[in-house]
């Protein structure tokens, strides 16, 4: 039920390209879907994050997808940079955020020139 | 703002030493932190919970007297990993709860255990 699904383990885009990344989940109790990033020995940095009450959340050139009877959620890179390539986890959590967050297993993701 | 650090970013020790890892909220204050693990080209498991002024709450299979949490004020927990082996070689990752922001967490930079 706590388990955070996500694909694919990796990806390789060109640069100017989409990337996308795509999480499922179990717990109907979630509601705060952040999404990381993380640099090769760095923590994770929040990218951006969705609640269920929308079903898309743009940010730049970052898109969450949000699909509620599927639990399913999303991620867009709009004009993948080489700069993008990092790894992202999606995750969850209940109660707004206020309770643990689940990650998913991650994406590493490089963009090529 | 919401930044939070760790410290130190990298250390190293003898197997049957302890090690003690901080990580404080700078701007903000944090009723809450929270404590992860990360292995190599892996996920961040959740080691524990850690909430000011009380005991931290542990997630099951970690062993709670050789991660000692202490969580003394609103901007400092510590992680002590005690009689360490090289099994617990690791990169250790900390992030805070700032209420302020709807219960958004911010993680640390890591810190990199390596036990000889």
């Known amino acids: 039920q706590q388990q955070v699904k996500q694909s694919p383990q990796s990806l390789i885009v060109q640069k100017g390209g989409i990337s996308i990344i795509n999480c499922a989940y179990e717990?109907?109790?979630?509601?705060?879907f952040p999404w990381y990033q993380q640099f090769p020995g760095k923590g994770p940095a929040l990218l951006i994050a969705?609640?269920?009450?929308?079903s898309e959340k743009k940010e730049g050139r970052f898109t969450i997808s949000f699909n509620k009877s599927a639990k399913q959620f999303s991620l867009h890179i709009m004009d993948s940079q080489p700069g993008d390539s990092a790894t992202y986890f999606c995750?969850?959590?209940?109660?707004?955020?206020?309770?643990?967050?689940?990650f998913g297993t991650g994406t590493k993701l490089q963009v090529i020139p | 703002g919401a930044v939070v650090s760790q410290h130190p970013s990298w250390v190293i020790c003898k197997s049957g030493t302890s090690v003690k890892i901080e990580c404080r909220s700078l701007?903000?204050?944090?009723?809450?932190m929270f404590w992860y693990r990360q292995f190599p080209k892996q996920s961040l498991m959740l080691m524990a919970t850690?909430?000011?002024?009380?005991?931290?709450?542990?997630e099951q299979g970690v062993e709670k007297d050789k991660f000692l949490i202490n969580h003394a004020s609103l901007t400092l927990s510590t992680l002590t990993v005690t009689s360490a082996h090289p099994e617990d070689s690791s990169f250790y990752i900390c992030?805070?709860?700032?209420?302020?922001?709807?219960?958004?967490?911010?993680f640390g930079p890591g810190t990199r255990l390596t036990v000889l």
């Open positions: 717990n109907t109790a979630f509601d705060y």
């Open positions: 992030s805070a709860r700032d209420v302020r922001k709807s219960g958004e967490q911010f």
């Open positions: 850690s909430n000011e002024g009380s005991k931290a709450t542990y």
């Open positions: 701007d903000f204050q944090a009723t809450t």
């Open positions: 969705i609640r269920p009450d929308v």
């Open positions: 995750a969850a959590a209940s109660s707004g955020g206020y309770q643990k967050v689940t």
